[in-house]
Structures are given as C-alpha cells and as structure tokens.
C-alpha cells in the first residue's frame, strides 16, 4: 500500500464517482474525507485538515474553479488534482492557472489516479527541499552549475534551452501550462508555435527518440510536463 495514512479529500457531487474513490484510495492505504458540495468542502478543509484534495470541477453550489481559486487566495497549500471530462481542455488549463497541481481526465482509471497522487505528495515535498542535481534516467540537471547531461556527457544548451529545461525541472512531474511557460521564459511576449520549437529542439538533445519522447512529456492543448520517475 502507498497511501500510509495521507488523508484526501473527495470534492464530488457523484455518489457513485465518490465510491469509486473510497474504495479505491482506501485499498491503497489512504484516509478518503467526502464532500459532496463545496461548502461542505470547505468546512472538511478546516475541520478535518487533509493531506490533499481531488476535486471535481462540476459543483451543484459553486464551480470548482471558484472554489480552487478561493482556497489558494486564503493560502490553502494543499495538493490539488483536478477531476474534470476529457473534452474540458480549456477548463484543465484554467485550473492548472489557478494553482491545481494536476489533473485527470474522465473517465480514469484508479492506477492513473494513484499515480499522479504519488507525484504531486513528491513534487510538494521536494518544492519545499528543492535539490540542486535532478535525475530522472540518464538525465541530470545541476541547477547551481547550470550543467546538463545525458548518460554523462555534456549537453549545450541554449540560454532560452536551459531556461524552459530549468523551469520544467524545477516543477518536474507537475504540468507547466503553455502560457505559463511563455511568461516565465518570455515574459509572455511570443506565442505557442515558438515554444513548441524550443521545446523539438530540446529534444532533438536530450532525447533519445525524440519523437517518442521519456523526458518532456506533452499534455495535447494544455502545456508540458517533465517525468521524474523512471
């Protein structure tokens, strides 16, 4: 089991959807607090202190986005994963603006859920401690050198290269919105199209096949996302 006690909270007005949810993250060892609405919800936020929350954008009294903004406004600095239909790309990209961690889609599959639970308790985790050397297969970082490279050997990078590398690092396992990057990067003063560029060339240098790439992970109309495992 991985849960080992973290408490979630189950933000879903679907009784059958917060089922699934019970039995499945129970049997993983994880404590499951319900809330079918969102002024339930925010009353469990206090009330019962979670470790983490998976949220339904679809509320009855308030829609999640709101209910997302409201707790990051009041410094509510919990994990976030977002439950929303597969169709809902821009909602997706509004909620990873607003400060979710992640999201998965409808319908999902309780191993995806889990999985991306484990990332962002890690990604929060190592936010706090963040390492200087990332690792993730024969990829390394040194974010104080400013030295990559790939099964050893040194790669070059471009300034604006290392920068989206940097900044996927330093998120690694997280997805980065496209205009998230772009303001980061380019102070949002350029478009996708010359995001994307940078980030085939990265590739084309730090990938193995880059047309299948390990490392840089795409999130078809949302951003990109750095693995940290594997």
């Known amino acids: 089991m991985t849960g080992a006690g973290v408490r979630i909270l189950v933000v879903d007005d679907e009784p059958p959807i917060r089922k699934l949810l019970r039995v499945g993250l129970s049997a993983q060892g994880y404590v499951v607090i319900e809330a079918m609405n969102a002024r339930v919800a925010t009353e469990l936020v206090k009330s019962e202190r979670p470790d983490f929350i998976v949220l339904d954008l679809g509320l009855p009294d308030m829609p999640g986005h709101d209910l997302l903004a409201r707790w990051r406004g009041e410094g509510v600095d919990l994990p976030i994963i977002i439950l929303s239909s597969r169709t809902d790309e821009a909602g997706i990209v509004k909620a990873l603006e607003l400060g979710a961690d992640d999201y998965v889609a409808k319908p999902f599959g309780m191993n995806e859920l889990v999985a991306r639970i484990c990332v962002a308790l890690r990604h929060r985790l190592q936010?706090?401690?963040?390492?200087?050397?990332?690792?993730?297969?024969?990829?390394?970082?040194?974010?104080?050198?400013?030295?990559?490279?790939?099964?050893?050997?040194?790669?070059?990078?471009?300034?604006?290269?290392?920068?989206?590398?940097?900044?996927?690092?330093?998120?690694?396992?997280?997805?980065?919105?496209?205009?998230?990057?772009?303001?980061?990067?380019?102070?949002?003063?350029?478009?996708?199209?010359?995001?994307?560029?940078?980030?085939?060339?990265?590739?084309?240098?730090?990938?193995?096949?880059?047309?299948?790439?390990?490392?840089?992970?795409?999130?078809?109309?949302?951003?990109?996302?750095?693995?940290?495992?594997g």
Not at 141 to 155: F, N, P, T
């Open 127 to 229: 936010s706090h401690g963040e390492k200087p050397v990332f690792q993730v297969g024969d990829l390394s970082v040194d974010l104080v050198k400013r030295i990559v490279k790939v099964a050893g050997e040194e790669i070059k990078l471009s300034p604006k290269e290392y920068d989206i590398l940097r900044i996927l690092v330093q998120h690694a396992g997280k997805v980065l919105t496209h205009r998230f990057l772009l303001e980061q990067v380019w102070d949002g003063q350029t478009d996708v199209q010359y995001l994307r560029v940078y980030v085939r060339q990265i590739r084309q240098k730090i990938e193995r096949m880059p047309d299948q790439p390990r490392y840089i992970l795409t999130e078809t109309g949302v951003g990109y996302r750095l693995a940290d495992e």
